[in-house]
Nanobody, 118 residues
Framework: QVQLVESGGGTVQAGGSLRLSCAAS????????MAWYRQAPGKQRELVAT??????TNYADSVKGRFTTSRDNAKNMYLQMTSLKPEDTAVYYC?????????????WGQGTQVTVSS
């Protein structure tokens, strides 16, 4: 079992910056991948960024060069967002993938709202 809590969302002007945090607790030693997703009203949830246990990162093309994700030794995760655009407005979710006893599981935070005004 893994518990995830996001924080840091809010409202910012276009071109501004915001930093999101995800606090992980529980069976964090079983986590093999962490990720950020986002979902705007009327749209499907989309993958924003991933971080492997080895620290490798990948980003969606829409945020590449503007967003940076990182993870500390407690497996807390951060998303530094710069040059924000109105189309970045969405609920942002923290996700953790675990693998134990031959099975994988996904865990989700409650989400945090990011609103970018034009």
């Amino acid at each position: 079992q893994v518990q995830l809590v996001e924080s840091g969302g809010g409202t910012v002007q276009a071109g501004g910056s915001l930093r999101l945090s995800c606090a992980a607790s529980g069976s964090i030693d079983n986590i093999i991948l962490m990720a950020w997703y986002r979902q705007a009203p009327g749209k499907q949830r989309e993958l924003v960024a991933t971080v492997t246990n080895g620290g490798r990162t990948n980003y969606a093309d829409s945020v590449k060069g503007r967003f940076t994700t990182s993870r500390d030794n407690a497996k807390n995760m951060y998303l530094q967002m710069t040059s924000l655009k109105p189309e970045d407005t969405a609920v942002y979710y923290c996700n953790a993938l675990t693998f134990v006893l031959g099975a994988s599981s996904d865990y989700w935070g409650q989400g945090t709202q990011v609103t970018v005004s034009s």
